[in-house]
């Protein structure tokens, strides 16, 4: 990964993409300006739905230039690490409400040499993080409740990230947005601090990996957008 740096990072994920044909839905939205590929893991437990599991982290690696961002919605977290670090992930997810020990999951997913990110349920206040903030190097808000794709984004989740925002101070933390991102909410989240924007629906939408100009039109509307926010 790139030095830290908090400029506005766009992060499609794959959950919104053709299934069929993820490799070169991947490279497509990295062409067309994607910052990050973010990969929604889902168990059918945590969660009421199942996506799909270090198998096809690794099958997408190598389609990947740039960062692949695997979010953990699943429970129990820790026996699964290995497998993700294995295929590839430059970060590394788990939720907060996971289990009952998350600095350890944090700490193995650190000892692995992957960037460590801690995620929030939009029923858990920004203050659960106040004891781990040394030990991560991303905080994602779920701006939707986790388990599908194109829900409605949850405005009072907004409050929360400038919390988060104020709690870092200087750290080098990346605080991360998942769920309901498009050009009408981006802003608001830009503004109160985020720098990691997933966006799924709202980026593939409109094209397809072998006509991809929608996702860069997209992409660079999302990104003006939360640019502009932040002044």
Same mark, same amino acid.
């Given at each position: ?9 766009? &992060? ?11 490799? &070169? ?22 969660? #009421? ?12 690696? @190598? ?36 289990? @009952? ?11 692995? %040499?992957?960037?460590?990110?801690? +995620?929030?349920?939009?029923?858990? #206040?920004?203050? +659960? ?8 190097? /991303? ?15 949850? !405005? ?15 750290? #080098? ?12 909410? &981006? #802003? /608001? ?9 997933? &966006? ?6 409109? %094209?397809? !990996? ?22």
């Amino acid at each position: 990964m790139k030095a830290f740096d908090r400029s506005i990072k766009i &992060a499609p994920s794959i959950l919104a993409a053709d299934f069929a044909n993820f490799g &070169a839905e991947c490279a497509a939205a990295e062409a067309q300006g994607a910052d990050w590929i973010h990969v929604d893991v889902m168990d059918g437990h945590f969660v #009421p739905n199942i996506s799909f599991g270090a198998a096809t982290c690794a099958a997408i690696r @190598p389609h990947i230039k740039g960062v692949m961002d695997v979010h953990l919605m699943i429970s129990p977290v820790d026996a699964y690490l290995q497998g993700f670090v294995e295929a590839g992930a430059d970060v590394i997810t788990a939720h907060l409400e996971a289990g @009952p020990h998350v600095h350890r999951t944090l700490q193995a997913i650190r000892g692995s %040499g992957v960037k460590a990110g801690l +995620a929030l349920n939009p029923g858990t #206040p920004a203050e +659960a993080a106040a004891e781990l903030l040394g030990d991560v190097d /991303l905080i994602c808000v779920m701006t939707v409740n986790p388990g599908f794709g194109g829900q409605k984004f949850i !405005a009072s989740q907004v409050e929360k990230v400038r919390r988060l925002r104020a709690m870092l101070g200087d750290r #080098p933390v990346h605080i991360e947005i998942d769920g309901g991102i498009d050009p009408v909410t &981006a #802003p /608001l989240v830009a503004e109160a601090g985020a720098d990691v924007l997933v &966006a799924g629906s709202a980026v593939f939408k409109g %094209g397809t !990996a072998t006509a991809p100009e929608g996702y860069g039109k997209n992409i660079r509307a999302i990104r003006a957008a939360a640019e502009a926010a932040r002044g």
